[in-house]
């Protein structure tokens, strides 16, 4: 997340519900299923000119709290997150936030960016406080374990304690207290990303707010708040957006939200001038300017301005979000659905210069992209979106995560024969920590939609929605992806007219529906849904019956370079542990990336092959294992990506020429 080449670094330029009213916006976590906000206080809201129209959005998400996981790689990562959120300590992460305030700590505070001096020049200590927030209340509303809520209560009263001994709103745990932000908004040079760093905690009590109907949470929020609101008013428009030019995180996103949640317009004002004008002009015009850009530093904003258009109605917002994730998923990503080379976007022409990094798909722009992707979906329901959810939420998240420790990456970089490298407990609390805290505690939260009448299937994942405005419970099996199946059953006191909309995704060449064992249904459209409209009664069955085959993946400027899929998952070359230590993917310091163990290695080219066949690959005896021959006619072992822990592995092939 942050750009460790440069401190202080321009972002934005070249590298160098009552309570219960919950938020369902797009840019925040799939926070209270599908329930608008209260606006009944918000004020219109106008666009330049006139009066703009408030978009509303065709779907409506599911609150996490009736949505829940069956047996599935997904509910074992859950656990994992589940017990590291746990096993952390509250008052360690309050350490610093106390010491600004000027009170005695209660713990010793964590290691890496939380106090280390090594990273004292991002300035990012107590942004894992506002992650730990979040993580937290999203277990609770997903699992309604009370000492999730307890955490939550506990870290809000500590922070209201230190605001008022130190007599403002403002709570921060940086090394120099207040004074760095009185630095920053004076304009003159600093070192550090603060407001990034605050939007963390911002979003943490949001979500703790909304999620955990934490009274507390919502009371330090709103004080911190208007200390933001007060602290910035006095810039003038170009003192702001030149602000801007350093990091800042989400903070529009946020004074959107607060907006929504209080209809105080000093919020949304405060959101709009969050929002940066240098990036959002060329995106809402359709141009692509994103080269050499820190790509984490954008992808907040975007997610913002999709925020904006929902609660402003201006369409800059909306056709900047839009066209940029058209040129991120569609033309910037690899195949496992990450993007980027040490952090930032590079030209799409130089993708043979980048693909084989081994900093490559930073996971916290995995992490928001599927925030914007979902966002983008609740107003315009296509398939290309759920679709492309699929494919980074199992080749990007589901892969972040060690099956066995629960820790996670930072990035997941393609250099061949290199491996996974994930973050030690306490001592390596890098930004993808933080949204790795979230990422495995929300996984029901995109499996299904709905609007009045129709129920969205987009995820094929062990688990069962109660549609409360239907009655009703779906509940759903299969052992996909291993197979290419999934079934639904339909359970509720009466009959229900309804439709269920299940996803025909595009790897697939046909969607077969089976209705109570009878064929009901065949898609020959990838990427559409196939609508079963019917009467449904208790016991009802739909069965859904799709294609999966090995495929190539090439980049049109570099067509000797591949990668193998089948269905959407990314299949790498298991390439064992030559020169490995137990234990040595296990590290702190992020910015070694590339040189912990880099022992010499030389991985297997594959020979080269016609177009888009997949060469020599066979079926293993496994499901979903395949196996080809290298250049030099070894056998070559491919399995899904996200099922690669504690070995090399290689998820791009340089094809050789034939000789």
Request: with cysteine; aromatic share 10%.
């Amino acid at each position: 997340m942050i750009d460790t080449r440069k401190a202080g670094r321009i972002a934005g330029r070249p590298a160098g519900r009552s309570r219960r009213a919950f938020l369902v916006s797009a840019g925040a976590h799939a926070l209270m299923a599908g329930t608008m906000l209260s606006t009944a206080r918000a004020t219109p809201a106008f666009a330049a000119g006139g009066t703009a129209a408030i978009p509303a959005a065709r779907l409506r998400a599911f609150d996490l709290a009736d949505v829940t996981l069956s047996d599935s790689p997904f509910l074992h990562a859950q656990h994992k997150t589940e017990a590291y959120l746990l096993a952390l300590h509250p008052d360690r992460l309050l350490h610093n936030f106390r010491v600004n305030a000027g009170l005695t700590p209660k713990a010793p505070v964590y290691g890496g960016w939380e106090s280390d001096p090594l990273w004292a020049d991002i300035n990012c200590h107590g942004h894992t406080l506002g992650h730990y927030l979040s993580g937290c209340a999203l277990a609770y509303r997903s699992t309604g374990k009370r000492e999730y809520k307890r955490r939550i209560d506990h870290i809000a009263r500590e922070l209201a304690e230190c605001q008022q001994a130190a007599g403002s709103g403002l709570v921060c745990a940086f090394p120099d207290g207040a004074a760095l932000l009185a630095t920053h908004l004076r304009g003159d040079p600093i070192t550090g990303v603060p407001w990034y760093t605050l939007h963390k905690v911002f979003a943490g009590l949001r979500d703790g707010a909304l999620l955990a109907d934490s009274a507390p949470s919502r009371a330090v929020l709103l004080r911190f708040a208007d200390w933001a609101v007060v602290a910035t008013r006095s810039l003038d428009d170009a003192q702001f957006e030149t602000m801007l030019e350093t990091e800042h995180g989400g903070m529009s996103e946020i004074f959107a939200d607060l907006y929504v949640m209080t209809g105080n317009a000093d919020y949304r004002r405060t959101a709009e001038r969050f929002a940066q004008k240098a990036v959002l002009a060329p995106l809402a015009k359709g141009r692509d300017t994103l080269d050499g850009l820190h790509a984490n530093t954008q992808l907040p904003k975007i997610i913002g301005y999709q925020r904006l258009w929902e609660v402003t109605g201006k369409s800059d917002y909306h056709d900047a979000s839009r066209f940029f994730w058209r040129t991120v998923a569609l033309t910037r990503s690899f195949a496992t659905g990450g993007h980027g080379d040490n952090e930032h976007f590079f030209p799409v022409a130089d993708f043979a210069s980048h693909v084989f990094s081994a900093k490559g798909s930073e996971t916290c722009c995995q992490h928001n992209m599927l925030k914007l992707t979902r966002a983008l979906f609740l107003h315009d329901p296509q398939v290309a979106y759920a679709d492309y959810y699929e494919r980074t939420l199992y080749n990007g998240i589901l892969a972040s995560q060690d099956p066995d420790s629960g820790m996670t990456t930072y990035f997941q970089g393609a250099r061949p024969g290199y491996m996974k490298l994930y973050h030690s407990p306490e001592d390596s609390f890098w930004c993808c920590t933080g949204t790795g805290m979230e990422n495995h505690v929300k996984y029901r939260d995109s499996i299904y939609f709905h609007d009045d009448d129709a129920l969205y299937v987009n995820l094929f994942i062990p688990s069962a929605v109660t549609w409360k405005d239907k009655a009703a419970r779906v509940t759903q099996t299969t052992l996909f992806p291993d197979v290419p199946t999934t079934s639904l059953r339909w359970t509720s006191a009466r009959p229900t007219v309804a439709t269920i909309k299940l996803r025909h995704p595009q790897w697939s060449r046909t969607a077969i529906v089976l209705v109570n064992g009878t064929e009901a249904a065949r898609s020959t459209r990838p990427g559409s849904y196939v609508d079963v409209a019917r009467t449904w009664r208790s016991g009802d069955t739909v069965e859904l019956r799709m294609a999966m085959d090995v495929a190539v993946q090439r980049n049109p400027v570099a067509p000797d370079i591949v990668a193998f899929t089948y269905g959407p998952l990314v299949l790498a070359g298991a390439l064992g542990r030559e020169g490995l230590a137990p234990g040595a993917d296990i590290i702190v310091n992020e910015r070694k990336y590339g040189a912990y163990n880099d022992t010499p290695f030389t991985a297997p080219t594959l020979p080269a092959m016609p177009n888009d066949t997949p060469g020599t690959l066979t079926p293993g005896r496994r499901p979903l294992e395949f196996t080809t021959r290298s250049s030099d006619n070894q056998p070559v072992r491919l399995i899904p990506y996200h099922r690669i822990a504690h070995e090399r592995y290689a998820t791009y092939w340089q094809l050789t020429p034939p000789v």
